[in-house]
């Protein structure tokens, strides 16, 4: 049973940094897989924020470039979203995903529960 497993996000004030953390188990391909996250606003869409290849590269979306950081630790099986010079506009639940298509961004099957993260003064 493929299971991702978050951690991290809260509440922080504008310019702030937070770190989530995603934990894959169940599948060695899942873990292998192009791995991200997702944001999801009030009212609006589910939103690519960054993604990885097992290989280390790297995408993101315009609005969170030289502020995001996405990675991951392939022996663990985990994958971390760095967040740093946090905008009131960044507020969103967080979803990692796996084994979304690296090319169309079109996400994967499996999805973690989902964190708030909280940009306010």
């Known amino acids: 049973q493929v299971q991702l497993v978050q951690s991290g996000g809260g509440l922080v004030q504008p310019g702030g940094s937070l770190r989530l953390s995603c934990a894959a188990s169940?599948?060695?391909?899942?873990?292998?897989?192009?791995m991200g996250w997702y944001r999801q606003a009030p009212g609006g869409q589910r939103e690519l924020v960054a993604a990885?290849?097992?290989?280390?590269?790297?995408k993101y979306a315009d609005s969170v470039k030289g502020r995001f950081t996405i990675s991951r630790d392939n022996a663990k099986n985990t994958v971390f979203l760095q967040m740093n010079s946090l905008k009131p506009e960044d507020t969103a639940v967080y979803y990692c995903?796996?084994?979304?298509?690296?090319?169309?961004?079109?996400?994967?099957?499996?999805w973690g529960q989902g964190t708030q993260v909280t940009v306010s003064s």
């Open positions: 169940g599948s060695r391909f899942i873990s292998n897989s192009p």
């Open positions: 990885i290849v097992s290989g280390g590269s790297t």
């Open positions: 995903n796996a084994a979304l298509n690296w090319y169309t961004f079109k996400p994967g099957d499996y």
